[in-house]
């Protein structure tokens, strides 16, 4: 089917291309959002910079055509002739050892030793030490065609000094040369053999090299990557493609390109010869991740420590006791996983995908989520806050089921208030407020207030999901700043009234002192005179001349309890409240016995003018009397003993009358 057919269907609705032949087409740049290819044939096939999100490829076959296949076979061959020349060339150089002239003897033997050097270094160790054996060999087998035999004490010194394997190697190569020597007889006929002996053993090495190089990844890394480019030519290629969630299970993809691709949640489960495939920079890279991709079962108890498993499908692994320190597994889906008794120190989880995956007994000191990672329905019955199973959470017992989501969760539901002078509570309950009106009324509640030393104050304000907590947090210190420049004013604005009232009743007291010493030789008069008509038959005390005034300390009392009772208490609950906290008031008033008469009498008429200003709010003459008042007997209760009626009654109301009427 042809490219351009599956595009056009796929415009008009058609998803479901199971089975059919696209080999070759070209998709470069095609949007192919949720098709299903599987069971297709892809070899060749170009889905360069397309968009494949969600796409099937599951039992899929890509690689190479096979036109490409030839064409590759064709210069693999060329090579083969063209390494051909170089082994002919090295069985002649050894074969130098059956002719009678010296040097060439002497040649000869050299080369013997350089090639079984190499091939020995080669295959304990990889090319790259072949190739120093060779450059060091081809050194001394030069300087033995000039030198003679006493090169070959210079040989093994050098040899020696090289490395380890290569002495040893040399020393092998040596043994081997000279008891060849002894049973070899020197012919023209044997100098043939020699060449093709030596040629049909250096090919049969190469060979066996090639086949040694793409199954053991470790051995050679940068000529596989050579070997894995040149056979991926041709082949399916997702250069640049979005493979997001894009499902390979079963599919076969060797000589593959997945250079670049965008491999996040893409599914490998039992995919066929992806070793083969080129995997660019992307996870693919790493062997055991790769392996782990195609059977995720496979995990358990092994070293991820600083691996990259960003967007990895993993879900349903067993990562039992698996070391991730350090790992990276962000947007990874890991549902269902098995991570009992991982280390998850450090581990980058954001955006990953914890929903039902198993964490009990897991070590998650200082690993990085935030409220893009998902935690619903985690099955975890305990986990360590520090490595080596310390710092149990919790201490005893085991989580509720939704007790660690909720644990976790609520972090990321917050908004950390730091204070470092200490808390104005008023303040921050104003500033709070305000915050909550700028927002559309979003509920803003106080989680928790923890103090940690040095007058740092952290407050934790729990927000709605997907509120934006720096906007909440950045107008919540702009207000609190401006309700704690309000509160200054306030309080200059009342200590200054204190200072001035103060003084007042200075005066008042030292005038009282100059009236009590003018008087101190005048008699003063009690007059008790019976109530007629009245039931009360207690005397009425009456006292003169202080002050030039009379005082009926009854009366005002009277006077004080009428204007309180006329406060609408079922107007309203703070009505109410202050109905009752003045009655409290009047009644301290009376019963304090560590008040005089005028005193009582003066505190009264505090108590009356607050009454006053109650029942008429707007009134700003009477609210400025009734905020001196309240100062007034702020001041009186501070000068008082503590067993002092009234200094506990105003202790307990002051604060509440002045939050009730707004001072």
């Not at 030490?129 to 000039?146: E, R, T, Y």
């Not at 039902?356 to 690993?367: F, S």
């Not at 008031?585 to 200003?613: F, G, M, P, R, Y």
């Amino acid at each position: 089917m042809k490219a351009a057919a599956v595009i056009e269907q796929y415009k008009n609705g058609r998803r479901d291309f199971r089975g059919e032949s696209l080999r070759g087409g070209n998709f470069r740049g095609a949007d192919l959002t949720g098709a299903d290819f599987s069971g297709c044939d892809i070899r060749g096939a170009n889905f360069s910079r397309a968009n494949l999100t969600g796409v099937k490829f599951t039992w899929a076959k890509a690689g190479l055509p096979k036109r490409w296949v030839v064409i590759l076979l064709e210069f693999a061959l060329a090579l083969i002739v063209i390494s051909s020349f170089f082994s002919a060339f090295g069985g002649y150089m050894v074969g130098l050892i059956f002719y009678s002239n010296p040097e060439n003897q002497v040649t000869g033997w050299f080369t013997l030793i350089f090639l079984i050097c190499f091939c020995a270094v080669t295959w304990r160790k990889n090319i790259l030490a072949g190739v120093g054996a060779f450059a060091v060999a081809l050194a001394l087998a030069l300087a033995g065609a000039l030198a003679g035999a006493s090169a070959l004490a210079g040989a093994v010194a050098v040899a020696g000094a090289v490395a380890l394997a290569v002495a040893f190697a040399f020393a092998v190569a040596l043994a081997v040369a000279f008891a060849f020597a002894g049973a070899v007889a020197v012919a023209v006929a044997g100098a043939v053999a020699g060449v093709v002996a030596v040629a049909v053993a250096l090919t049969l090495f190469f060979c066996w090299l090639g086949w040694l190089t793409l199954k053991q990844e470790h051995r050679d890394p940068w000529l596989r990557k050579i070997v894995i480019a040149f056979a991926a030519i041709g082949g399916t290629s997702f250069f640049q493609a979005n493979l997001t969630a894009t499902d390979f299970t079963g599919a076969t993809l060797k000589s593959t390109n997945f250079n670049q691709a965008i491999l996040n949640k893409t599914i490998f489960k039992q995919a066929i010869k992806l070793e083969l495939a080129r995997p660019g920079n992307t996870l693919l890279a790493n062997p055991q991740i790769r392996e782990f991709l195609i059977d995720s079962r496979t995990g358990s108890g092994k070293d991820f420590a600083q691996d990259d498993l960003r967007g990895a499908y993993l879900e349903g692994a067993n990562l039992q006791a698996a070391n991730l320190r350090l790992a990276n597994i962000s947007e990874a889906s890991l549902q269902y996983a098995n991570l009992a008794g991982a280390n998850l120190t450090e581990v980058n989880a954001v955006n990953a995908d914890l929903r039902h995956a198993t964490l009990t007994g897991a070590c998650v000191e200082n690993w990085n989520i935030d409220a893009t990672t998902q935690l619903d329905e985690v099955d975890c019955q305990y986990i360590y806050l520090l490595n080596g199973q310390k710092e149990r959470r919790p201490s005893s017992g085991e989580f509720q089921p939704g007790e660690f989501t909720k644990l976790f969760a609520e972090m990321f539901d917050t908004v950390d208030l730091i204070f470092r002078n200490g808390v104005d509570w008023k303040a921050f309950i104003a500033a709070l407020k305000e915050v909550q009106v700028q927002n559309e009324d979003t509920p803003l509640q106080v989680q928790s207030i923890a103090n940690k030393g040095d007058g740092v104050i952290v407050v934790k304000v729990h927000v709605p999901p997907d509120t934006d907590k720096e906007k909440i947090h950045q107008e919540f210190n702009q207000n609190y700043q401006l309700q704690l420049a309000a509160i200054e004013a306030q309080y200059k604005a009342q200590l200054t009234a204190k200072e001035t009232e103060i003084a007042i009743y200075r005066q008042q007291s030292v005038d009282m002192m100059e009236i009590t010493k003018t008087l101190a030789n005048r008699p003063i008069h009690v007059e008790a005179k019976a109530m007629s008509h009245s039931n009360d038959s207690s005397p009425n005390i009456t006292i003169r001349d202080i002050n030039n005034s009379a005082v009926n300390f009854g009366e005002i009392i009277g006077d004080v309890t009428n204007t309180i009772n006329q406060i609408a208490a079922d107007a309203s609950p703070e009505n109410a409240q202050l109905k009752a906290l003045l009655q409290e008031l009047t009644q301290a008033i009376e019963i304090d016995s560590h008040l005089d008469a005028e005193e009582k009498a003066e505190a009264a008429n505090q108590v009356k003018k607050i009454a006053q200003a109650s029942q008429n709010p707007d009134d700003a003459g009477l609210q400025k009397k009734a905020q001196r008042a309240v100062n007034f007997l702020e001041t009186i209760a501070k000068a008082l003993e503590p067993a002092s009626k009234l200094a506990q009654a105003c202790q307990k109301a002051l604060p509440i009358i002045l939050g009730i009427l707004g001072f």
